[in-house]
């Protein structure tokens, strides 16, 4: 397995390829690792390209040796060299690296007293490899573009049918009394391993989960909105649109929670 990028790489050529990206804690714990794994090597086995629990953890591990303090590692998995035409060599030799960079920076401001977002125009469509977080991020670099020339402080992203699926780089949840509900992402929308951590804390404490597809109305009533990813962490919604959202305890808990795992 190579960890030098050749020019006809297939993860630069066609996207053929997956990444994760890990919160590094100051003392230069990866408490979500095994969550980053596990969904890693689930695309792998999806996508055909041979890769095994060892080499990650070696290639984590080689990275973190030169990292210093709390940052962000990114570890990127592609089928390697293939040549031109999309079909994939039948033996590949895939290509596994991994970069380390700072934590980006949200104020505490926007932590505290939360998010305006905005729509995006630009739809996430049916997508074959829904909840991985594959090479191919397209609609969110588009959806990106309208958040800079919008003024948002995130974008909201929607399906066909003009339902909310995720943000452009976080999870999308909504408090509702005893409720707390996110998108299902089966047909669009990776599956976040903060989202994954965040309803399986939720629901240890007593929380119903409801896991579906709902109208982009179904926010409108919610009595706390929030994103979440596992960079940086849980992040209130203040406003979309019209509606305005409190930011309330339950929001602030959750912050708190998966902050703790952190420190």
């Not at 990206?21 to 230069?28: D, I, N, P």
């Not at 949200?106 to 594959?134: F, I, Y």
Request: charged share 25%; proline share 7%.
């Amino acid at each position: 397995m190579s960890g030098t990028v050749a020019s006809d790489d297939r993860g630069l050529a066609y996207g053929d390829g997956l990444f994760e990206t890990l919160r590094v804690s100051a003392a230069g714990a990866t408490p979500l690792w095994p969550r980053h794994r596990a969904r890693l090597l689930a695309g792998a086995e999806r996508l055909g390209i041979p890769v095994d629990a060892d080499a990650l953890e070696r290639c984590r591990a080689e990275a973190l040796a030169d990292a210093a303090g709390a940052g962000v590692l990114k570890l990127t998995l592609t089928r390697g060299p293939g040549g031109r035409g999309y079909l994939p060599p039948e033996h590949p030799t895939p290509t596994l690296f991994a970069g380390f960079g700072p934590l980006p920076v949200w104020s505490e401001a926007r932590r505290r007293d939360g998010l305006d977002l905005g729509v995006c125009d630009t739809r996430l469509g049916l997508d074959p490899l829904a909840g991985c977080k594959h090479l191919n991020r397209l609609p969110q670099v588009l959806g990106r573009r309208e958040v800079a020339r919008g003024g948002w402080h995130e974008g909201l992203m929607l399906d066909e049918w003009e339902r909310p699926v995720e943000a452009t780089a976080m999870n999308l949840f909504a408090v509702h009394g005893d409720t707390l509900w996110t998108p299902a992402v089966d047909r669009a929308g990776v599956a976040g391993v903060a989202r994954q951590w965040l309803l399986e804390r939720a629901e240890g404490q007593g929380w119903c989960i409801d896991v579906r597809m709902r109208p982009l109305s179904h926010l409108q009533s919610a009595d706390g909105v929030f994103l979440a990813n596992s960079v940086v962490g849980v992040l209130p919604v203040r406003k979309l649109a019209p509606w305005v959202w409190p930011v309330t305890e339950p929001v602030r808990r959750f912050q708190r929670d998966l902050d703790h795992l952190f420190q």
